[in-house]
């Protein structure tokens, strides 16, 4: 070797290794796949049957016997569900190709006496058995809302595929069915019935064990998903959040973020002395962690590498989202990972707010206007709040919400009142009416938690949809006013996703791409409010603070961005309970307020 150049016999030894033994279970999934497809496609188009592709595909796992279409179909089914799994090194994925493909190699043997079948069976599970210690990945949390997920996405990849079945048959078919007939012929078919559609000689006979097959694989495996044990998704333990708690008392002053790592729908690792924590939730195989490690920053490294070895365990992708500059460089040097600046936190410093001067005009405009009107404020700590008040500003904040599913998880608590918070300070906008509404005078509600033992930082935004305009900004100008009383010295706002770019674009000067950046911002705006979040938070003359995403690799990238937003409530792939019952949960489990559409803490 010179100059840093391996030699070419360096080059041959490493060929001949042959793939290193973390790309094993990628390889073997994408064979998996692959196998799964050809199988399908000969089970499914006719024509592929008599091509020289079926020469080699006929004696895949799967393809023999009588019922050839209908077995093609349910092997290359299981086996592209089994290579996700294989893909993230799951052991039951593991296992079920081991029974699989030793299975379809015997029958290959046995029905069509196909050495090449057997070969081909025995060429996939000679790795999968070589290097069964890569696909030791524990299963992910999970509940039985998977079967019910199974179902619907089964059964619609089953009329898809059922309607591919019944119509490349036209040449076969007896008159002209419509293609009501033919959906109707799918239906009766994945329950084993006999549809309107004939055919001509046998295909009746394999269209109906193709759709047959593909209902069996649907009950099959949704059966499976409603009975297997649950594994639900981890909680806070009583024990870990007194844990947290002591953390918080002690280092809770070092990030405005640390108070929600208490959201009760997280887990947590602590590092090995103690000293130190990270809190996350798993969301479709994304191990995401908010805001800096909680704790002393010497053993933040100890829970990092607990969090890391966990994600490995379980074969999860991990990421940070919302992080510091300072968590960003223990994360990064810690574990490889990579950093990008993902938007700023307004901070706004107490003893340098004013309403005075031109810059503050239009928010001491609105504030005036609103009081004019017969508005007033009232700011307390959550402890003064007595029982009943309490309880209708719990209501008054479910009934406003204003979006049908709970949004909010690196920036938000998930609950108002619990007894263990009687820290958080709440901001409440009252106006007497000559008809009291169901929650009497209580127009808007601010909730903040404790950042530290002299700052807030803002969960939640609530208000009557009813009320005057210009709720939200009276109510933190209220804050602000009022907290020297309370010893607060700093209050942090929301968090502006891409600020810079939005801040920078918008100048004299700015070039094409940012502008053209910007433009795209403004344009996600319509629905993610980038904009408008910026916008409202540069009226009270923040400072900024950046912060930031930490990802293993760019390629994960989408894909924590989708997780990211199903914890923050964006996207919700889950059906949704009726209201009246939501109520009466999140009333049972104290975790049912987050933040309100249009008043998002993290956009």
């Keep these: 070797m010179s100059d840093g150049v391996p030699d070419r016999s360096s080059r041959v030894r490493r060929i001949l290794r042959g793939p290193r033994p973390e790309a094993v279970p990628v390889l073997v999934a994408r064979a998996c796949a692959v196998v799964g497809l050809l199988d399908i496609a000969a089970g499914v188009f006719p024509r592929f049957r008599h091509s020289r592709m079926h020469a080699l595909a006929e004696v895949l796992p799967g393809s023999f016997g009588p019922f050839a279409a209908a077995l093609s179909l349910s092997v290359g089914v299981l086996l592209l569900l089994l290579a996700h799994g294989l893909k993230r090194r799951k052991r039951r994925a593991w296992r079920a190709a081991v029974v699989l493909l030793p299975a379809g190699a015997a029958a290959e043997f046995v029905y069509r006496h196909s050495i090449v079948g ?30 019910l ?16 079945i019944v119509s490349v048959h036209t040449h076969r078919m007896v008159g002209d069915p419509s293609v009501a007939d033919r959906l109707t ?74 108070h929600f790592a208490l959201r009760r729908d997280k887990a947590v690792v602590f590092s090995p002395s103690g000293k130190a924590a990270v809190t996350y939730r798993v969301v479709s195989g994304v191990m995401l962690a908010s805001g800096d490690p909680i704790g002393d920053v ?12 966990e994600a490995k365990a379980h074969s999860w992708t991990p990421a940070v989202m919302g992080c510091s500059e300072t968590g960003g460089e223990v994360w990064t040097r810690e574990t490889g990972l990579d950093a990008l600046e993902l938007g700023d936190e307004a901070v706004v410093d107490v003893a340098d707010f004013s309403l005075a001067g031109r810059a503050m005009r239009n928010v001491r405009q609105m504030v005036k206007r609103i009081e004019r009107a017969g508005y007033e404020t009232r700011v307390r700590r959550i402890r003064d709040l007595g029982g009943t008040e309490l309880e209708r500003v719990r209501r008054a904040a479910e009934d406003w919400r ?173 059906l949704p309970l009726p209201r009246f019952l939501r109520r009466r949960s999140a009333a049972r489990s104290a975790c049912a307020h987050s933040v309100a559409e249009g008043d998002v803490r993290a956009a």
Aim: proline content about 5%; overall charge neutral; charged content about 20%.
């Design 118 to 147: 057997v070969v081909i069976s025995l060429a996939l599970l000679a790795p999968l058995l070589i290097h069964r210690g890569q696909f030791a990945a524990l299963p992910d949390p999970r509940s039985r809302w998977r079967a």
């Design 149 to 164: 997920a199974n179902f619907v996405l089964m059964s619609a990849g089953s009329l898809a595929l059922g309607m591919i």
């Design 185 to 258: 012929h799918v239906v009766y078919g994945l329950i084993g019935f006999e549809g309107p559609v004939d055919y001509q000689g046998n295909t009746s006979w394999t269209v109906a064990f193709s759709l047959g097959a593909l209902g069996w694989l649907t009950a099959v495996t949704t059966v499976y998903l409603a009975f297997r044990p649950e594994h639900p998704a981890a909680r806070l333990t009583e024990e870990d959040e007194t844990r947290l708690r002591e953390l918080l008392a002690r280092h809770g002053g070092r990030d405005s973020l640390g």
């Design 298 to 309: 010497e053993a933040w490294p100890g829970a990092i590498e607990r969090f890391m070895d």
């Design 402 to 574: 204003g979006t049908d599913t709970e949004r909010g998880f690196s920036m938000a608590l998930g609950r108002i009142g619990d007894p263990a918070d009687g820290e958080c300070l709440i901001a409440t906008a009252h106006k007497q009416d000559e008809e009291p509404g169901e929650y009497g005078d209580l127009k808007a509600i601010l909730h903040f938690v404790p950042w530290g033992g002299d700052g807030v930082s803002l969960d939640l935004m609530r208000r009557d949809r009813s009320a005057d305009p210009g709720m939200n900004e009276l109510l933190i100008v209220a804050a602000l006013q009022a907290a020297p009383k309370f010893g607060i010295t700093r209050i942090s706002l929301n968090f502006a996703m891409f600020r810079s770019a939005l801040a920078r674009g918008e100048k004299i000067g700015a070039g094409p791409v940012l502008r053209a950046w910007r433009g795209l911002l403004v344009f996600l705006s319509r629905w993610f409010q980038i904009e408008s979040l910026y916008k409202f938070n540069a009226k009270f003359q923040p400072r900024w603070e950046p912060r930031f995403v930490v990802y293993r690799a760019s390629s994960d990238l989408p894909r924590i961005g989708f997780a990211a937003m199903q914890a923050e409530g964006f996207v919700d792939l889950a």
